[in-house]
Nanobody
Framework: QEQLVESGGGLVQAGGSLRLSCAAS????????MGWFRQAPGKEREFVAT????????YYANSVKGRFTISRDNAKNTVYLQMDSLKPEDTAVYYC????????????WGQGTQVTVSS
């Protein structure tokens, strides 16, 4: 059974940094693209970033480009999201997503981790 467990969320001041981790178990991690999504209160879940299984390709939402960095360590079955220069509008629950290539938002989801950025 596939399982994704996020960690690393918390409360940080604007301009600060956090690093989220997503630990995956199951057989599909090494062959899956991995993504991060977020959902703010009262809003729909939105795409943040994704990385290919080989880590050779990454894609970001325009709102986080240049501030967030996605990476993965296949030996540890873990994907990371380094978030720098955080803004209050980055406040959301962040979800890890294991998805087929080219289909972020499908596949498996973690339970989410709360990120709160104070002004």
């Amino acid at each position: 059974q596939e399982q994704l467990v996020e960690s690393g969320g918390g409360l940080v001041q604007a301009g600060g940094s956090l690093r989220l981790s997503c630990a995956a178990s199951g057989r599909t991690f090494s062959s899956s693209a991995m993504g991060w999504f977020r959902q703010a209160p009262g809003k729909e879940r939105e795409f943040v970033a994704t990385i290919s299984w080989s880590a050779s390709n990454t894609y970001y939402a325009n709102s986080v480009k240049g501030r967030f960095t996605i990476s993965r360590d296949n030996a540890k079955n873990t994907v990371y999201l380094q978030m720098d220069s955080l803004k209050p509008e980055d406040t959301a629950v962040y979800y890890c997503n294991a998805h087929p290539i080219g289909a972020p938002g499908s596949g498996y989801w973690g339970q989410g981790t709360q990120v709160t950025v104070s002004s």
